[in-house]
Each structure stands twice: as structure tokens, then as C-alpha cells.
């Protein structure tokens, strides 16, 4: 049971994190959400079907990062997303890690692209933004989303059409 | 059309897939010990159980033992308060607490979506 668990939550604990990254902009936490999360489904949902984690582990971390919302004044809201490693804006190419295969130019190619992307989602309202990372990245079909954001399948469908279309219209032409 | 928002989605998705090749080592070190810190509750939880469950199963013995060696007589009475008394420790021990957090998670959804 503990290594299926260690398996699941090892496998989603870095998309989890990015969710919340990109919800809050704050990366201590999101860290924070993240663990919490982890911590709620260990204790309260470990018995269930490993089948029944991902969606659960999901639902938690939106209704967490939907406290946070709550939680937080419209200041902190207002944030500009700073990505994870702070010294990478700043840093050379030389000084860039670059992860096996990845040349730096390109990575630093690609953290512009997912900057522009994060700022468009930021922008989005926050159960659209649920509803399309949901969707899209975690693969979710309608039905999963729908329980992980507990609402109807109607909605997700609603709001991931109304995030799709604004996406769409935010990073066409400046967005690969 | 349909083709256009595939091909959307999945630039989307490739791009944020990148983006945990990206995450810093002390992040990730982080999320590690988040993760362990997780799984170390977990059997901290089950050890609790353990502890519960052993005095649980002693007490019950001690009560078949009981209805066994008292007369007959008496016999109606004390299965109507073992009765009670299971009924009460299925209540309090099963799927109270996450029947709890799943109306008051639904509550709190909806006042969400009544002030949105």
C-alpha cells in the first residue's frame, strides 16, 4: 500500500505543485497545498481503489488552492509569477542547468513561452483555469474534472470552452 | 476547425509538461520530504488504529464471554445493548468522518458558487 502510494503521489506530486504555482504564483504555497493535499489523501482516502486516487488527490488540491483564494487578500491575488529558480532570469546561459538532452538556449526558449502561457492562465477565471488544466494537462475526461471540481459535467464543459476560447484569443500570434 | 484547437491543446500541453522538467532542485527536495512526510502520517495512522483495534477486539471477547456464562433470562437485554453498542462503534469508526467532509466540502462549494 505505501509503495503504491509513494508510486502515485511521486508520479503527481510535480503537476500538482505547478497547478497550484500557477493558481496562487506563490511557490512556498504551493508547496504547502501541495503537502497538505498529500497528507489529506494519505489519511483519509488511502483505503480507497488506487483507480479513485487521481481524481481525489485533485479535488483536493482545487479545493485547497480554492481556500487559498479565499484565504488571501486581493493583493496577493495580483502577483507577477516568478518561475521557480529566480536566479534563471538574471543567469547567463552558461549558468542555466540544463536538464539531460536540453540545450539552455532552448530551455530558456521555453520557460519564455510557459511564462506567456502562465500569465494567460492566470488570467483566466479560477474555475475555468481548474476546469483546463484538469482537461487538458492531467487528462481528465469531462466526468473526472466534473468530480474532482465537484460540479456537473455541464459546467466543466462550459468552462473549458470559455478558457479554450480565451486562450486562444490571448496567445494567438504570440504564442507557438 | 476541431483539428486547429487539437493541435491548441496540445502545444498547451507540452508546454506545461516542459515545465516540470524546469523545477529547481530545492523544490523538488521539497515535494520529496512533503511526499514522506505524507507516507510517515500514514502509517503513524495505522499505527493508531493498531492501538484502537487490539483493546477493541478484547473488549468484545470479553463480552461474547459474558453473554455466555449469564443466565438465559438476562439474555434478550444484553444483546439489545450490544446491539447498541456496535451500532454506535460502526457510527463512530466508519465513513462518518469523510461523509462529514464531503457535505461540508459540497457547503462550501456552493457558497463559493453563491458568491461568484
Known amino acids: ?176 | 476547425m476541431k483539428n486547429n484547437q487539437n493541435e491548441f491543446e496540445t502545444n498547451i500541453r507540452l508546454q506545461l509538461n516542459e515545465s516540470l522538467d524546469s523545477i529547481d532542485k530545492a523544490t523538488q527536495s521539497r515535494l520529496n520530504n512533503a511526499r514522506n512526510k505524507a507516507l510517515s502520517a500514514a502509517n503513524k495512522s495505522q499505527f493508531n488504529i493498531m492501538n484502537w483495534f487490539v483493546p477493541l477486539i478484547s473488549t468484545a471477547a470479553v463480552a461474547l464471554l459474558l453473554i455466555a456464562i449469564l443466565p438465559t433470562n438476562f439474555q434478550h437485554d444484553i444483546d439489545l445493548n450490544l446491539a447498541t453498542s456496535d451500532e454506535f462503534i460502526m457510527v463512530s469508526e466508519m465513513e462518518d468522518i469523510v461523509l462529514y467532509d464531503d457535505i461540508e466540502f459540497y457547503q462550501w462549494l456552493e457558497s463559493v458558487d453563491n458568491n461568484s
Not at chain 1, 543567469?91 to 513561452?113: C, F, H, T, V
Open chain 1, 1 to 176: 500500500m505505501t509503495d503504491s502510494l509513494n508510486s502515485f503521489l511521486a508520479k503527481n506530486e510535480r503537476q500538482a505543485f505547478r497547478m497550484a504555482q500557477m493558481a496562487i504564483g506563490n511557490r512556498d504555497d504551493a508547496l504547502d497545498i501541495v503537502q497538505d493535499a498529500m497528507i489529506k489523501l494519505v489519511q483519509k482516502y488511502s483505503s480507497r481503489p488506487p483507480s479513485e486516487w487521481g481524481p481525489l488527490f485533485h479535488r483536493i488540491v482545487q479545493r485547497q488552492i480554492t481556500d487559498w483564494y479565499r484565504s488571501n487578500s486581493v493583493k496577493q491575488r495580483l502577483f507577477s509569477l516568478v518561475l521557480p529558480n529566480d536566479k534563471s532570469a538574471n543567469a547567463s546561459l552558461d549558468d542555466i542547468e540544463a536538464p539531460l538532452g536540453k540545450r539552455p538556449d532552448k530551455l530558456l526558449q521555453n520557460d519564455q513561452a510557459i511564462e506567456t502561457l502562465q500569465a494567460a492562465l492566470q488570467h483566466l477565471p479560477l474555475r475555468q483555469r481548474q476546469a483546463f488544466l484538469l482537461r487538458c494537462w492531467q487528462g481528465l475526461d469531462t466526468a473526472e474534472t466534473a468530480k474532482a471540481m465537484s460540479c456537473s459535467t455541464g459546467s466543466v464543459k462550459t468552462h473549458y470552452h470559455r478558457a479554450l476560447t480565451a486562450l486562444r484569443s490571448k496567445l494567438e500570434g504570440t504564442w507557438p
